[in-house]
């Protein structure tokens, strides 16, 4: 802790700076101080290791541990403080050891769960392999996994038990969304293909894409026409519940192209790991084909449902 005085010249009237270091805690009861000719005097609180006040040990010309600086030989006058204060000294250092232990304060508290890597009750599927299945649910474990570690090494550095340089850390942060929507979009695919097959001419689906496309068959058509696009990516059907539209688009990097805030209804991968174990590239409309063999359509029904 600190005392901090305002002084000023009670004769001839030359004044002094004013000398503050910290923030102020409490006020101090107003005394004379008998530091003559003080410059900028910084005078710590009380009384000295000897039990002397500020003045006694003054006309004692005993030193004074607790005076900074006391320019006497220059002092011709006595000076009397406006007000004194008492606050803590923290260097600048300090304060932000103290901010930082405070930001973690609450980060250390932040939820540590992870994304468990789903199970999928899938049929034998109609086309597509058992071997290309369990290839292409590897692929998805590898971003179930890899967008925990993002999340675990993040966490880890907010907490302060890990340093990555800011550059890395960064890095970090935009490669999660590659892992986070790689992880999700290939849930939505998956689970397209479980339970039994069906869906209705008559669902809020079917209507939609009727007003949409003009028909059901022109809207599945139109989803075959975007899976044609050359190049990599995934067929995504949207629901825009603003406008309640529905979107057929080829998002190519799907951290990057996703229509904002658009609920998924139908999502088809069109990357190689899809078809490569059971199709070449140039057999891409095979698997296409085998796609929509084995799409539940309720399955894509009852997200619309959930979206409107």
């Known amino acids: 802790m600190v005392a901090v005085f305002d002084f000023r010249q009670s004769a001839d009237g030359r004044r002094l700076r004013t000398s503050e270091y910290d923030r102020i805690d409490r006020t101090l009861p ?20 000897e039990g002397l006040t500020a003045r006694g040990a003054h006309e004692r010309r005993v030193p004074l541990p607790h005076v900074e600086h006391l320019y006497l030989e220059r002092a011709r006058s006595e000076y009397r403080p406006i007000e004194g204060r008492i606050r803590k000294e923290e260097s600048a250092r300090e304060e932000e050891v103290e901010a930082r232990g405070k930001r973690l304060g609450h980060m250390v508290h932040f939820n540590s769960m992870t994304y468990p890597t789903k199970t999928f009750n899938l049929p034998v599927l109609t086309g597509l392999s058992e ?3 369990r290839v292409h649910l590897g692929l998805y474990e590898g971003y179930v996994k890899n967008a925990n570690l ?3 090494k993040l966490g880890a550095v907010r907490a302060g038990t890990l340093e990555l340089d800011s550059y890395i850390v960064a890095e970090l942060r935009r490669r999660f969304a590659f892992e986070f929507d790689g992880m999700r979009m290939h ?14 001419e008559e669902s809020a689906l079917a209507k939609a894409a009727a007003e949409k496309y003009g028909s059901g068959e022109k809207f599945l058509a139109h989803i075959r026409e975007v899976a044609g696009t050359r190049g990599t990516g995934w067929v995504v059907v949207y629901l825009d519940p603003a406008m309640k539209m529905l979107h057929t688009v080829f998002v190519a990097d799907h951290e990057v192209g996703q229509l904002a805030g658009l609920p ?8 190689e790991h899809a078809f490569m174990v059971d199709y070449v590239p140039a057999e891409k409309k095979n698997y296409i084909d085998a796609f929509f063999a084995n799409l539940n359509w309720s399955v894509v029904e009852k997200r619309f449902d959930l979206s409107r």
């Open 30 to 49: 107003g005394r004379e101080c008998g530091a003559e000719g003080a410059q900028d005097a910084r005078v710590r609180p009380g009384v000295d290791e």
């Open 131 to 133: 071997k290309q299945i």
């Open 150 to 152: 993002i999340m675990e």
């Open 187 to 200: 849930e939505y695919y998956f689970s397209q293909f479980e339970g039994e097959k069906s869906g209705s």
């Open 264 to 271: 998924v209804l139908l999502a088809l991968d069109m990357w």
